[in-house]
């Protein structure tokens, strides 16, 4: 099974969207939205640009791991 997102409600009675691995762990966790709505746009934001993101290793000092 692929991952997946799931929407939620939050105990202050906002959504929130989180991604799940194929395994089940939670890997992400969003914001605070008002709306269903604006979670869905906020998905759509978060999976459009992790195809663009730059990943940054911050355990040697500072450097950018290449995408192969």
Same mark, same amino acid.
């Given at each position: ?5 799931? &929407?939620?409600?939050?105990?202050? *009675?906002?959504? $929130? /969207? ?7 762990? #939670? ?8 709306? &269903?709505?604006?979670?869905?746009? *906020?998905?759509? $934001? /978060? ?7 730059? #990943? ?13």
């Amino acid at each position: 099974m692929a991952g997946r997102y799931e &929407i939620f409600a939050d105990e202050t *009675g906002g959504f $929130r /969207f989180r991604l799940k691995a194929s395994n089940g762990d #939670v890997t992400a966790t969003s914001e605070r939205y008002k709306t &269903i709505s604006s979670v869905v746009q *906020g998905i759509e $934001r /978060f999976w459009k640009n992790t195809a663009t993101i730059r #990943v940054e290793d911050l355990t040697q000092g500072e450097g950018e791991l290449g995408r192969t």
